[in-house]
């Protein structure tokens, strides 16, 4: 799922670039970047609880997608907030669109 999430990336920021210049391709990058770190802190968390019954691991998967929506919560701001010329379409559309791939892992399979 990483590779599809940083591909789609790369291709929003070349994308954005093209069309907004630096601050777009930038502006991309971070919206994949706060997906993917929101997707991997979640991923940690939950990797991290070991629960021996089927209570236990369906809460610490609502604590890891907690964390998830929390992260993104609090990196969506901090872009948002610090970078004044990001370009809020090229972020919010990468953001999206790896978040969209993050939600599809389930029918993905591993090779």
């Keep these: 799922m990483l590779r599809w999430q940083a591909a789609a990336t790369a291709a929003l ?6 069309a907004s ?4 391709a930038a502006s991309a990058a971070l919206g994949g970047a706060v997906s993917m770190g929101a997707g991997a802190l ?3 968390v939950a990797g991290r ?3 021996p019954t089927a209570g236990g691991i369906v809460a610490g998967a609502l604590v890891a997608e907690g ?4 992260a993104i919560a609090v990196l969506l701001w901090l872009v948002l907030v610090l970078y004044r010329d990001v370009v809020v379409i090229a972020f919010l559309a990468s953001f999206m669109v790896t978040a969209l791939i993050f939600s599809m892992a389930f029918f993905v399979r591993d090779r």
């Design 13 to 18: 920021a070349l994308f954005s670039g093209i």
């Design 21 to 24: 210049g630096w601050h777009g």
């Design 42 to 44: 979640s991923a940690w």
């Design 49 to 51: 609880r070991r629960a």
């Design 67 to 70: 964390v998830k929506i929390g």
